[in-house]
Each structure stands twice: as C-alpha cells, then as structure tokens.
T-cell receptor, first 113, second 112 residues
C-alpha cells in the first residue's frame, strides 16, 4: 500500500522559517514533489527530489532521505502570501503509470503578522 | 505559453445526470492526468493519458471515464452522478521526458 503523512496544520510568523515534514511508505519510489495550493486555486509546482539531499530554490528548499522515507520543505523569510496548503506527493512506478502521483492530505500553513 | 485550461470552471448537476469536463494541456505537452480533490480524501489520481491512450487508472468506479484527442486535449466523463462526486476535478499536463506536472485551475462540480 501507499501512505503519505504530513501535519495537518502549522502556524508561523512573518519573517520566520518553517519546516514542513512528509513521511512516506510506498511500494516503489521514483521521485517526491512539493506543491503549493492557495485556497480555490490549482496546485503549483515547488520542488522535485529524486536523489537524497537538499535542493534549494530561492526562499524554498526541499530535502529527501530515501532510506528514511522522509522529506521536508523549508520555507525561509516567510511572507503573508505563503499562507497556503503544501502538498507532498510521491511517484510510485509500481503504480504502472509514469505520471501518477500519490498525494498526502496537505499541510495548511498560516503565516501571522 | 498559456497554462493548462479547464472548462467549465463551475458546474452544478443533479444526481443521476452525467457530466463531461474538458482539459487543454500546455502547448507541446502530450501527457494529461486527471485528479479528484475533496476535503475528505484529498487529491486522488483518476487516470493518465498519453498519445490518445489511457496509461493507468486510479481506484474509481467505471462511471468515471476519459479520453484524449489527437491534439492532446482531454475530456473526462462521469455518468450517473452521485452526491459524493462533488469535488474539484484537476487536470495536469507534462511534457515528454519531464517529471513535473502542471495543474489547471480545475472544475468545481457540485452534485445536488
């Protein structure tokens, strides 16, 4: 089976740093994605990790440890516009599809002034 | 480039009716995937199409079907609608050889 866990809600202050964790248990693994979704909008791509380590992209960084089935998304210098749901998704090749993603339930981040 | 477009954006139907949703991928993208998003179940994979062929289907009943045309545009159909089909239906496209999926704005379906 496939199981992806992430916290339901997190709150942080503008200008701070927040880390959103994601753990996964899947039959196979071929990449982990992070998406940001504002209320009522489509998910937008943030990052993709397929090898262990840290990927940095501006204020956002994503880390992956395949041996631990663990990833985190790090958001620095938080801004009010970062208030959104953050979705962790895993691509499992055993699903039979090159593109099928299994999503976690999302972490609703609220940034306070 | 224009993004993924989906029509209609909002739809209200009654139980037992059928509905067809449309998705136009980003120009040059040949892979189209469909997802259902509900507050209770989150984002769940429906199916993926590539070059007019369904590559995989998620764990949904046969009432859910889809197809892809030669210009990569895709449609999904839900027959005999149930209240539980109320959801945001998202389409995502990918270019050949790339890993990332780009999502459209979705169609919000309400079944009464």
């Amino acid at each position: 089976g496939q199981n992806i866990d992430q916290p339901t809600e997190m709150t942080a202050t503008e200008g701070a740093i927040v880390q959103i964790n994601c753990t996964y248990q899947t039959s196979g693994f071929n990449g982990l994605f992070w998406y940001q979704q504002h209320a009522g909008e489509a998910p937008t791509f943030l990052s993709y990790n397929v090898l262990d380590g840290l990927e940095e992209k501006g204020r956002f960084s994503s880390f992956l440890s395949r041996s631990k089935g663990y990833s985190y998304l790090l958001l620095k210098e938080l801004q009010m516009k970062d208030s959104a749901s953050y979705l962790c998704a895993v691509r499992d090749p055993s699903s039979g599809s090159a593109r099928q993603l299994t999503f976690g339930s999302g972490t609703q981040l609220t940034v306070l002034p | 480039k224009a993004g993924v477009t989906q029509t209609p954006r909002y739809l209200i139907k009654t139980r037992g009716q059928q509905v067809t949703l449309s998705c136009s991928p980003i120009s040059g993208h040949r892979s189209v995937s469909w997802y259902q998003q509900t507050p209770g179940q989150g984002l769940q994979f429906l199916f993926e199409y590539f070059s007019e062929t369904q590559r995989n289907k998620g764990n949904f009943p046969g009432r859910f079907s889809g197809r892809q045309f030669s210009n990569s545009r895709s449609e999904m159909n839900v027959s005999t609608l149930e209240l539980g089909d109320s959801a945001l239906y998202l389409c995502a496209s990918s270019p050949v050889g790339a890993e990332t999926q780009y999502f459209g704005p979705g169609t919000r379906l309400l079944v009464l």
